[in-house]
């Protein structure tokens, strides 16, 4: 309560509306090199992580026409959104240090990226996704972030090559992927045409696949018929109120709990 209490202090009205939740994945990494350059790779999947993940398409008991709304409220944090690209793990450290040094940031974890190093834990801490309400939702979505993370490390270490697609076309992916999820399309970067975010996804899982049978994540890659957004857009089309969809999320939750 007390670190809730700083952080208000701190920022003021954007800490007060952030009543948001989303899901974290922590992945361990070898070195603070290999975290780096995997966090540099991980920045062109956020959109389908946000596609996937999709479940606030209401706030404050109205539609809001998008698919992840917490992704717009959180934008509203400082030091957000996808991470910037470093050389190395020293020119990480270097920003990190200037913004201690400057009075910005007690420390690293005042930095609200999507994909950032938590080099106290040394894992890589993916942030991007929205809070699930289905216990095998959550474990798709953890086990496609572990074995992406660990497929794009094996990547680096072999001299794969990665392409690094330019960041205003990322940065349009990840807008199509807040407004219409996993129902929109996604720009391919291979063809340049915009191809549906389930495809982008099943080719994603493709080639993730191999890694994650290694790592015995494989059997909880999946992408669901709709997700989680796309249940409650339904739902208030149908006429639900905001009460009795909420309340469905819940007794999911509590089903999963039972």
């Keep these: 309560m007390r670190e809730v209490r700083e952080l208000i202090r701190s920022l003021g009205f954007v800490a007060r ?47 809001t026409g998008l698919s ?8 509203a944090f400082p030091r957000s959104g996808p991470p910037p690209r470093f050389n190395d793990y020293a020119d990480y450290a270097a920003v990190v240090g200037q913004l201690e040094k400057t009075g910005c940031i007690p420390d690293y974890t005042h930095i609200w990226w999507d994909i950032r190093l938590h080099p106290r834990l040394g894992t890589i801490e993916i942030r991007i996704c929205d809070a699930q309400p289905d216990l095998d939702e959550a474990r798709s979505l953890s086990a496609l972030a572990y074995s992406l993370t660990a497929r794009l490390a094996r990547a680096l270490d072999e001299g794969e090559r990665l392409p690094d697609h330019p960041h205003r076309l990322v940065e349009e992916n990840f807008w199509r992927a807040i407004r219409y999820g996993l129902s929109g399309e996604l720009i391919d970067f291979e063809s340049g045409e915009s191809i549906p975010a389930r ?53 999911a939750g509590e089903r999963v709990g039972g």
């Design 17 to 63: 509306q952030e009543l948001v939740f989303g899901m974290h994945v922590h992945v361990g990494m070898g070195d603070p090199e290999e975290a780096i350059h995997v966090s540099n790779a991980m920045r062109p999947y956020i959109p389908l992580l946000i596609a996937l993940s999709a479940n606030s398409p209401l706030w404050r008991g109205e539609p």
């Design 68 to 75: 992840s709304s917490r992704q717009m409220v959180f934008a």
């Design 199 to 251: 495809a982008r996804l099943e080719q994603l899982v493709e080639w993730v696949q191999p890694v994650a049978e290694e790592l015995g994540a494989a059997p909880w890659l999946a992408i669901p018929e709709r997700n989680a957004a796309e249940r409650q857009i339904a739902r208030h089309e149908e006429g639900a109120s905001m009460e009795e969809i909420f309340a469905e999320q819940v007794r």
